[in-house]
T-cell receptor, first 114, second 115 residues
Framework: DTGVSQNPRHKITKRGQNVTFRCDPISEHNRLYWYRQTLGQGPEFLTYFQNEAQLEKSRLLSDRFSAERPKGSFSTLEIQRTEQGDSAMYLC????????????FGPGTRLTVL | AQTVTQSQPEMSVQEAETVTLSCTYDTSESDYYLFWYKQPPSRQMILVIRQEAYKQQNATENRFSVNFQKAAKSFSLKISDSQLGDAAMYFCAYTTQGGSEKLVFGKGTKLTVNP
């Protein structure tokens, strides 16, 4: 069990550019979550996958955001035409199943949009 | 809407002393779970303790324990024998049974441990 990993750890980009983040969950976990955390706030839910199916998306996830989880393994989160308001920490978490299973978090990707 | 409120933005405690962090939540659900997560500076979030709402017994994990008051919708975290390594942001979170079981977080409490 190597834990949840995320890459890159830091990303600096210019406004209008596209960025993609990757999350590798704990291998046997079928549930994967993306959250966004801004300074001084708790994480906010963005989207949820069960295996390869994206089953829930937050209203925070605008049309510029897209997430995938091909083959139910790793996941990617892409932001198109980044805006300064997208600057945040993007957290990925995974869990093993229902029943309030513990979500294990990755270290996050800190995005800075200049 | 489900909400989680942490009324103490910052707390401090002397090493070896006890501190209690407050959390209240709002839900109409009967089956749910409550969590405390710890986020040290520049490090990833880790679970401190978990409570199932259907269990009356308060959860404990070594020096960490909770006071779960279901009727009052209160879920406080007590840290005993505080250590320097306990310094971190602490987030209270909630999820309902079924569906995505996404976590709803409070804004966090920054805990400082003074030597």
């Amino acid at each position: 069990d190597t834990g949840v990993s995320q890459n890159p750890r830091h990303k600096i980009t210019k406004r209008g550019q596209n960025v993609t983040f990757r999350c590798d969950p704990i291998s046997e976990h079928n549930r994967l979550y993306w959250y966004r955390q801004t300074l001084g706030q708790g994480p906010e839910f963005l989207t949820y996958f069960q295996n390869e199916a994206q089953l829930e998306k937050s209203r925070l996830l605008s049309d510029r955001f897209s997430a995938e989880r091909p083959k139910g393994s790793f996941s990617t989160l892409e932001i198109q035409r980044t805006e300064q308001g997208d600057s945040a920490m993007y957290l990925c978490a995974s869990s093993a199943g229902q029943g309030g299973g513990t979500q294990y978090f990755g270290p996050g990707t800190r995005l800075t949009v200049l | 809407a489900q909400t989680v409120t942490q009324s103490q933005p910052e707390m401090s405690v002397q090493e070896a002393e006890t501190v209690t962090l407050s959390c209240t939540y709002d839900t109409s659900e009967s089956d749910y779970y409550l969590f405390w997560y710890k986020q040290p500076p520049s490090r990833q979030m880790i679970l401190v303790i978990r409570q199932e709402a259907y269990k009356q017994q308060n959860a404990t994990e070594n020096r960490f324990s909770v006071n779960f008051q279901k009727a009052a919708k209160s879920f406080s975290l007590k840290i005993s024998d505080s250590q320097l390594g306990d310094a971190a942001m602490y987030f209270c979170a909630y999820t309902t049974q079924g569906g995505s079981e996404k976590l709803v977080f409070g804004k966090g409490t920054k805990l400082t441990v003074n030597p």
